[in-house]
């Protein structure tokens, strides 16, 4: 799903379900527009990156999640953004990922993720209901069949491979952005992606070569399971 003709594509890696990928989403446009970027929504199944690489969801886990909400809260109001939780979470997010992913132009796919989120993290009723998901669909000039199509075997197939292509070029969360082959995970990173797409190179590969070649003097037990 390849759209973006800029000198420098973003390829913005989310999954609805993610908080931090609703703020990421709010400020990643106005960042691209200062690079002369443009901005590559990527669909992918958070919970599949999760399996993938055998961690649990932040939701999973109770502190995490207690201390992910104040963050979230945190976060929203040092952007200025207003966020209010969605009906029920962690939920289901499939119908929206496979929807946005429908070829369509770009400019009503940044509008369809737009309402989306809205209705997630805005205050909102939600996107698990396909009644609701198919009235945004409508609102933003999707066909009265969108919906009809993103339930298809080949709108499944399309995030499952975005999803595995995420996979593959290092992809272990959401939201991750990636530039020119660097990645950039999680709304703090936006400055340093701020600052990538300027020219800076803040990484000394030297070191990042020399640390990656270090032996591991210790292992977690179960740590392969």
Do not use: C
Request: no cysteine; hydrophobic share 45%.
């Amino acid at each position: 799903m390849s759209e973006a003709d800029g000198d420098q594509v973003i390829r913005f890696h989310f999954d609805y379900i993610s908080p931090y990928a609703y703020l990421a989403w709010t400020q990643i446009h106005a960042l691209a527009e200062r690079h002369r970027a443009q901005v590559e929504p990527v669909p992918v199944l958070f919970a599949a990156l999760l399996d993938r690489h055998g961690q649990k969801g932040p939701a999973e886990i109770p502190s995490k999640r207690a201390y992910l909400i104040k963050d979230v809260s945190r976060t929203a109001r040092r952007l200025g953004v207003v966020i209010a939780p969605p009906p029920a979470h962690p939920f289901n997010p499939l119908l929206g990922l496979r929807l946005s992913s429908l070829p369509m132009p770009a400019a009503t796919r940044r509008e369809l993720v737009n309402a989306l989120y809205q209705a997630t993290w805005g205050g909102g009723e939600g996107i698990t209901d396909r009644a609701k998901v198919a009235a945004i669909a409508a609102r933003v000039g999707l066909g009265a069949d969108a919906v009809a199509l993103a339930e298809q075997p080949e709108a499944k197939e399309r995030v499952r491979r975005q999803t595995d292509d995420a996979i593959a070029a290092g992809t272990f969360g959401v939201p991750t952005m990636i530039v020119g082959g660097e990645l950039f995970w999680g709304v703090d990173s936006l400055p340093s992606l701020d600052r990538f797409l300027a020219g800076e190179r803040d990484v000394d590969p030297e070191l990042v070569a020399r640390w990656a070649s270090l032996p591991a003097s210790a292992k977690r037990p179960g740590a392969d399971r």
